[in-house]
């Protein structure tokens, strides 16, 4: 009953927590461009905004149904930073123009791939038809039969996919993926935390994933000799 209560009011937070926002700022930073147009509409199926050609082909972050606008900016900012493709399942619990969401990503959107479905059943036609099935589906759930770091959890091509805050990923989804790739959990003590935030879930894997995909974080992000905190592992041995 109260997740269903807060489920229900969480537009209304979301506006509500906007025009507190605005009333306190003193100064208005305008969306980046080409934002404004391709976020015209709440959820076009056909909202696409696009970023360099240095996005990655070989993984995206799918979010179902996503509720809090927060989350999804601050997903979407390490979407732009990790250079993974965003897509977002409605239906939303905002609008694209949200300024909450908007703030939450700063001036990143325009570097990220956002593409906006209308529901499950087109994202997974266009998953599956429009694109012909292009990697796996792999989703994220405290119900997930394996842990999210086990070794080759993930390989290019993977899609992962998170639900909606307030009740996870839907059972068509959820089986989808069970089918696919597979259902991770990242672990967490529940004697005192039922879940973690969507925006962390959504990092961790993602990490997780790059980890795995693109082999030691020394190999793709080499270290530098001249930061800070720097020293010689050979010094350790």
Request: one cysteine or more; proline letters at 8%; a neutral charge.
């Amino acid at each position: 009953m109260f997740a269903a209560r807060q489920h229900a009011m969480l537009p209304q937070l979301a506006r509500a927590g906007g025009a507190t926002s605005q009333l306190r700022r003193t100064r208005r930073v305008p969306p980046p461009p080409g934002f404004r147009a391709a976020c015209a509409a709440a959820q076009p199926s056909d909202a696409v905004e696009l970023a360099d050609e240095n996005q990655r082909r070989d993984l995206a972050v799918v979010l179902v149904s996503p509720q809090i606008p927060g989350n999804t900016g601050t997903i979407a900012r390490t979407c732009a930073a990790t250079r993974v493709p965003l897509h977002l399942v409605g239906p939303l619990g905002f609008t694209l123009d949200d300024s909450q969401l908007k703030r939450a990503g700063l001036d990143y959107w325009n570097s990220v791939c956002v593409k906006v479905h209308d529901d499950w059943p087109a994202f997974h036609s266009y998953w599956k038809e429009t694109l012909g099935s292009p990697g796996r589906l792999v989703a994220f759930s405290k119900f997930g039969a394996r842990p999210h770091a086990e070794e080759g959890a993930y390989q290019k091509g993977d899609w992962l996919l998170f639900g909606a805050e307030t009740t996870g990923l839907p059972d068509e989804a959820h089986d989808a993926c069970a089918a696919s790739g597979g259902v991770r959990r990242i672990p967490i003590d529940e004697q005192h935390v039922r879940s973690l935030n969507l925006a962390v879930s959504a990092a961790v894997g993602t990490y997780e994933a790059l980890r795995q995909i693109d082999g030691s974080p020394t190999r793709a992000n080499p270290p530098r000799a001249d930061a800070p905190g720097s020293y010689n592992m050979s010094d350790d041995a």
